[in-house]
């Protein structure tokens, strides 16, 4: 099995993507990055590996963690259609786990539930990203 992360490719992603790596250790999984892009070419997939390659070494080194085994999916996606894209990808891997980020900008529910993907959720505790 796989975990799956949706990742930006920020700095800001980065508390998301380190969850990811925790959980697929802790299960002893893999790890699938799920990176979205309206296009996608060669030259898009290249940078994006090469950051995807230097977050996922900065987290690791940072919680002490050995490497994990991760693979990159670069998937083109509109804004309007990103959870989508996001969560055929993770379909795509047999995810067993889909780790996402949110903005905290109101208190409301999202439309993106467990009931509705199949995916279980859980609230990370902690600051917001800024």
Do not use: C, W
Not at 5 to 30: W, Y
Not at 70 to 93: F, H, I, K, M, Q
């Amino acid at each position: 099995m796989t975990v799956a992360v949706a990742h930006q490719g920020t700095n800001d992603s980065d508390h998301v993507l380190l969850e990811a790596v925790r959980e697929a250790h802790a299960r002893g999984e893999s790890l699938a990055v799920i990176h979205v892009r309206a296009a996608v070419d060669d030259d898009l997939e290249a940078a994006v590996a090469g950051g995807v390659a230097d977050a996922v070494g900065r987290v690791t080194a940072k919680a002490g963690l050995p490497a994990v085994s991760y693979e990159l999916r670069v998937a083109a996606g509109t804004a309007e259609d990103l959870a989508g894209a996001v969560l055929d990808e993770a379909d795509a891997v047999k995810a067993s786990l889909l780790v996402i980020g949110a903005r905290h900008r109101s208190p409301k529910p999202r439309p993106l539930s467990s009931a509705t993907t199949g995916y279980g959720f859980r609230r990370r505790s902690g600051p917001a990203p800024t």
